[in-house]
């Protein structure tokens, strides 16, 4: 009886461990694209009529690509993550900055699916994921970070270059890849692992759709183009899965880290700061000294005051600059930041002062000139994200395959949800999440 009874547990572990995860993310894809027959994604509607689809899903503030990335895989929003910025805030004594130039460990703050599944003893994969650099969690890492192919682990780096699937081991030669054939290189990655050794969970980073959205707008010609190009990336990862004999035992899910709106005008805070005498600026226009400073988010502006001496003067002075100014939607205090996810001031590279603008417009970190609100042109993006609280910002949620019901129909989730149902369908429960397991599209 006790025999029988190891060889049942042995055969569903081993079942289990059979399973596989694969989340892929189209940067920007915002959720009304997908209801928009104009959209031209059938592999992408295919996984949804053969599975789940949500009406949208809420994205974490701010609606930025590395914070919400990384929601997505820690399942808690950035008060408890900590990762703001596409990047870490380094605080200066005169000036803030961000520094993209950081490890996973600098800037997560918050176990991950990739550290709990490699703790379990599961292989995990990441191709251009964000916020992994040097992690210690993926056996396959093709991070997205500055210098990604230096970063690339060793094994993987020397195998993509051996397929041809990379030029070289070289940064200077992945460098002069223009953006839509990178997403060719990150998908022909990501089919490679798939054929060569499996993971249990791997997450996939596909960019252009961002780039497109922020020069031509979403809803533009180009933005439907590219959302065709990401949507043949996916079906090459999905045939890649079915060819490798893993289909019955993989689940898919495809979704984005924020939406797009496109504006008109920008704002331009740190204009207002020089001219108040806040804000210094060199010859080259960068800003070498500020008591108040504004780091844009592109929806939003996050506002830090430096100088500790005037720093309760300054803040009388900037919410008197920007107080009614056009553009301006709100000027939110940090009493108010436990509410919208992020911690609170003074932690995580969390702001003194949260600008929000109005939609239609976008926030630059521009210091030079005299306008306050400058006329969207060529020059100038047309598609912004980093919006606060915005239905705009909501992304797509598709999952397919393994686990997942037919048919199963979803309103608005948000994204900390993944993660706990990523670890569900492993035979995982993700600890101390600010989400759930979306249950109702899990088979019994």
């Not at 993971?199 to 497109?212: E, I, K, R």
């Amino acid at each position: 009886m006790l025999r029988f009874v190891f060889v049942a547990l042995l055969l569903a572990g081993s079942s289990l461990a059979a399973n596989h995860a694969i989340l892929i993310t189209i940067d920007g894809f915002p959720a009304r694209m997908l209801q928009d027959k104009r959209t031209d994604v059938p592999r992408i509607r295919a996984l949804a009529a053969d599975g789940a689809i949500a009406e949208a899903m809420k994205v974490s503030n701010p609606s930025v690509t590395w914070p919400n990335h990384t929601t997505l895989v820690s399942g808690v929003r950035p008060r408890t993550h900590s990762v703001l910025f596409n990047g870490l805030l380094v605080r200066g004594a005169d000036l803030v900055k961000i520094d993209p130039n950081v490890t996973s460990a600098q800037l997560v703050k918050a176990p991950t699916v990739f550290d709990l599944l490699h703790q379990a003893g599961l292989k995990t994969a990441g191709v251009n994921w964000p916020c992994t650099r040097l992690s210690k969690s993926l056996d396959d890492d093709f991070p997205d970070s500055p210098d990604m192919i230096d970063f690339t682990t060793p094994r993987l780096r020397s195998d993509l270059v051996a397929a041809g699937i990379l030029p070289s081991e070289k940064q200077a030669d992945f460098a002069k890849i223009g953006e839509p054939f990178r997403d060719e290189i990150w998908t022909r990655t990501a089919c490679f692992i798939i054929r060569k050794r499996m993971p249990s969970f791997m997450t996939v980073h596909l960019l252009n759709t961002d780039s497109t959205h922020h020069k031509y707008g979403p809803e533009s010609m180009a933005s439907y183009t590219s959302l065709a190009l990401a949507d043949r990336f996916v079906g090459d990862i999905v045939d890649a899965v079915n060819a490798s004999g893993h289909k019955k035992d993989t689940t898919f899910i495809v979704t984005a880290d924020h939406g797009f709106a496109t504006a008109t005008n920008v704002i331009q805070p740190n204009v207002l700061f020089r001219q108040a005498g806040l804000l210094e600026v060199a010859a080259n226009g960068q800003v070498t000294k500020a008591r108040a400073q504004c780091i844009p988010e592109g929806g939003s502006g996050f506002i830090y005051f430096n100088d500790p001496a005037t720093r309760d003067d300054d803040r009388k002075k900037v919410i008197e600059l920007l107080n009614g100014k056009e553009g301006v939607s709100e000027l939110v205090s940090p009493e108010k930041f436990e509410a919208l996810g992020i911690p609170p001031a003074g932690q995580g590279g969390s702001p003194d002062l949260l600008l929000k603008p109005k939609i239609g417009y976008g926030v630059t970190g521009t210091a030079t000139g005299e306008n306050f609100v400058s006329p969207v042109t060529p020059a100038i993006s047309s598609g912004y994200h980093g919006y606060i609280d915005e239905p705009l910002m909501n992304a797509i949620f598709v999952a397919s395959g393994r686990g997942i019901k037919k048919g199963a129909r979803l309103g608005t989730i948000e994204n900390v949800d993944v993660a706990p149902t990523v670890m569900r369908l492993l035979g995982k429960e993700l600890p101390n999440g600010d989400g759930r397991p979306l249950a109702e599209i899990l088979e019994r």
